[in-house]
């Protein structure tokens, strides 16, 4: 039973985005090797951010990309554009456009807006669903969390309203090609909102939603939305979205929170492997390097943890840093984590070793990117972090401000770093989004 004095104290971090029992490991196969966005034939790396976290799901832009190490309101500016309503869904870019999620939370509408990339210029908005949000959410947490993700030919969007979490379909130019109910929500205990974003991988988009309910991670096809698999997971509040990475030889869907860290099939759904850690729940979604993956959260207790994705379910190291909200990024052999009370650490991704540790300043929620040989790496207050991922010490290059409110992540191609931002004064908040260049 959770103590409710103690759960009290740590929902102030518990509200999103952007799971217990023993080791198991089951032989289920995964034929299949994920290519990433070589899978989607209309997307292109050199041109395209077209999901959360970026092409290769880890953050990495191109190695040729060099967006600015420095800017401000005023500075590499290439446009800035007024977003309607409020949402912590990060932008895509994938062609000639920007999208992102958002929503009017007064008049209770659901929105995907599409933006001009060279101009700024809003093409089109589309609303996809107007009425009976959540009664209560946290305040942290948005009506529009998750991040939109893109084959080059739709979009595809989960948003949380009558009861449900339901999968959008949207062509390029804002038309809704299918919707599906992906599955009951409704937290009653911890009214704290949605947040998970949509994977696709192959013919599928995979969803989850994980509550005190019938939680599940489901997958759909995506030219039809035809249901394709759904596996119950553990009734327990967690907010992580799910990613796939090819590790130990195979293609795996990860997923962190409900007190372990677990392993997929993703074209079945079946569990390959489950092992204790983290805590019940996290937001992060989980990094991996050769055959190692690492996850960190959380409520009610806060944990790193590193594990063989062998299936073995050998804990590598752990300790008692949380990276709750955020995820982190893992470079070369080594985990770089800025921690929600704004402590940047670098471990060794193979022993755990803490190489270095920096103080700068919390509270965090936005992820990080990799781009053009820089982290960069705000925090909610609208300081944005820019330093070398380097296991020797903590350098930086640069320290911007854009707004006063950064809870989504950057998407990066070329030389252009998109980002989602909020101004608040005196109670009222307006989101932008800026190309920086």
């Known amino acids: 039973m959770i103590n409710m004095n103690l ?74 554009a007024q977003v309607p309503g409020r949402g912590h869904g990060s932008p895509i870019v994938v062609g000639s456009k920007v999208f992102l999620p958002t929503a009017d939370e007064a008049a209770q509408i659901h929105s995907v807006i599409a933006f001009d ?12 669903n107007r009425g009976a ?29 009558h009861d449900q979490v339901e999968l959008i379909a949207l062509t390029l130019d804002g038309k809704v090609s299918w919707r599906k109910f992906a599955g ?23 969803v989850s939603a994980e509550w005190e309910g019938e939680s599940f991670i489901a997958a759909f096809d995506r030219q039809t939305g035809k249901p394709l698999w759904k596996t119950p997971r553990a009734g327990m509040l967690t907010f992580s979205s799910p990613v796939i990475a090819h590790v130990a030889g195979k293609d795996q869907l990860l997923i962190s929170g409900q007190e372990k860290i677990s392993a997929y099939n993703p074209t079945t759904g079946k569990l390959l492997w489950s092992t204790p850690g983290t805590t019940m729940a996290t937001c992060g979604t989980m990094i991996w390097e050769d055959d190692i993956v690492v996850a960190s959260g959380g409520y009610p207790k806060a944990e790193t943890i590193a594990v063989k994705a062998d299936g073995s379910g050998k804990v590598l190291w752990k300790n008692n840093q949380k990276c709750y909200e955020q995820s982190m990024i893992l ?36 992820s990080p990117v990799y781009a053009g040989g820089y982290i960069y790496w705000a925090n909610e207050l609208g300081t944005m972090y820019v330093f070398k991922p380097n296991p020797q010490k903590y350098e930086e290059v640069a320290r911007n401000t854009l707004g006063n409110s950064t809870f989504a992540s950057p998407a990066v191609v070329g030389k252009e770093l998109f980002l989602r931002v909020g101004e608040e004064s005196g109670g009222s908040r307006q989101e932008w989004l800026y190309c920086l260049e």
């Open 7 to 80: 759960w009290k104290a740590f929902v102030p971090h518990l509200w999103l985005l952007t799971i217990c029992g023993l080791g198991l490991f089951a032989s289920t196969p995964v034929d299949a090797e994920d290519r990433g966005i070589a899978d989607f034939p209309k997307l292109s790396p050199k041109t395209d951010w077209p999901w959360w976290r970026g092409p290769s799901r880890n953050g990495y832009a191109q190695p040729d990309a060099q967006p600015p190490t420095e800017f401000s309101a005023s500075n590499h500016v290439k446009w800035k």
């Open 117 to 128: 990339r060279n101009t700024g210029k809003k093409l089109w908005e589309t609303e996809v």
């Open 133 to 161: 949000f959540p009664e209560n959410n946290h305040p942290k947490n948005t009506e529009a969390s998750p991040t939109i993700a893109c084959d080059g030919e739709r979009l595809f969007i989960s948003f949380y309203h």
């Open 184 to 206: 009951r929500f409704k937290p009653m205990r911890f009214e704290y909102g949605y947040a998970p974003s949509p994977l696709l991988y192959q013919n599928s988009v995979i």
């Open 331 to 366: 470079i070369d052999g080594y985990v770089y984590a800025l921690t929600d009370n704004g402590v940047m650490f670098c471990w060794n991704a193979e022993t755990g070793k803490e190489m270095w540790k920096q103080r700068l300043t919390g509270p965090v929620s936005a």
